[in-house]
Nanobody, 128 residues
Framework: QVQLVESGGGLVQAGGSLRLSCAASGRTFSSYTMGWFRQAPGKEREFVAAISWSGGSTYYGDSVKGRFTISRDNAKNTALQMNSLKPEDTAVYYC??????????????????????WGKGTLVTVSS
């Protein structure tokens, strides 16, 4: 069992930065590939980024490539550094975990339905 808690959301002006964090609990965190997804009002949940269980590979959605960076540490924390934010980045951001030592590209390919555990989300609002 893995529990995920996101933090770091808030209101920021366009062009600014935010850093989201996801704290995980559970003894087998090291076997989970982590992902960030987001959902804007009236839209479907969208893949943002993923990092493999080893931290050795990452994958990004096209809309955030070059602006967002995902990372993880051995203390069960996953972060999403978001730079050059745009109003269209406004959404609730969710942290999610997928077990089974899968690759980051697996999470990108399979999407939200493949994830095993979810946090409750943190709201990011980017003003123009």
């Amino acid at each position: 069992q893995v529990q995920l808690v996101e933090s770091g959301g808030g209101l920021v002006q366009a062009g600014g930065s935010l850093r989201l964090s996801c704290a995980a609990s559970g003894r087998t965190f090291s076997s989970y590939t982590m992902g960030w997804f987001r959902q804007a009002p009236g839209k479907e949940r969208e893949f943002v980024a993923a990092i493999s269980w080893s931290g050795g590979s990452t994958y990004y959605g096209d809309s955030v490539k070059g602006r967002f960076t995902i990372s993880r540490d051995n203390a069960k924390n996953t972060a999403l550094q978001m730079n050059s934010l745009k109003p269209e980045d406004t959404a609730v951001y969710y942290c999610a975990a997928k077990g089974g030592y899968v690759s980051a590209s697996y999470v990108y390919t399979r999407g939200a339905d493949a994830m095993d555990y979810w946090g409750k989300g943190t709201l990011v609002t980017v003003s123009s």
